[in-house]
């Protein structure tokens, strides 16, 4: 059976997002694997920012890092839910799928596993300063994945380039 892939991670997720997922899939007759990706290392980073802020000390706590990761897999069950709600009014078959690493190779990994036909990934809008130093995650999968990628932006539009979905900045 065909599958459609929808990346959601703890930064964010649209409502956009899932629904063209779900309609892609549901117009394909497609199943929808929906991967939530676990920030790792969201302990170390909260860390930092409370430190730097002088809030907290010289090393984050392993009760801290356990809290953060229960958040995020909290907020994962709470994502995959709603895709799956979704899902399931449009009569699409759902698989919900759960990864601890928020990497472009673990995307990529997961991609060569499912073989969907299209992955739908969310890009938020980044900051112009920050654009020419760091790549996100929906960039990279346009350029390095097999198949098709609609990056949806936070505003919901996309465009299509050289067969892969490329995500506008709205501007």
Not at 10 to 34: H, M, N, P, Q, T
Not at 38 to 47: D, H, I, K
Not at 139 to 146: F, H, I, K, Q, S
Request: proline share 2%; with cysteine.
């Amino acid at each position: 059976m065909k599958k459609i892939l929808l990346v959601l991670s703890y930064s964010g997720f649209s409502g956009k997002a899932i629904d063209e997922a779900v309609a892609r899939a549901k117009k394909e007759k497609a199943a929808l694997a929906a991967l939530y990706l676990l920030e790792g290392g969201a302990a170390e980073s909260v860390f930092d920012k409370f430190s730097d802020i002088g809030f907290m000390g010289d090393r984050p706590s392993e009760d801290l890092s356990r809290l953060l990761m229960k958040e995020s897999r909290q907020r994962g069950y709470e994502a995959l839910g709603k895709v799956q709600i979704k899902a399931m009014e449009e009569g699409v078959p759902f698989e919900p799928l759960v990864e601890e690493d928020a990497t472009v190779e673990k995307v990529l990994a997961v991609i060569e596993k499912t073989d969907p036909s299209a992955v739908y990934v969310l890009k938020r809008k980044q900051r112009a300063f920050f654009k020419y130093f760091t790549r996100s995650l929906a960039d990279e999968l346009a350029e390095r994945a097999g198949c098709e990628v609609a990056v949806i932006t936070e505003e919901g539009e996309q465009e299509k380039e050289d067969g892969n979905v490329k995500g506008m900045d709205g501007k």
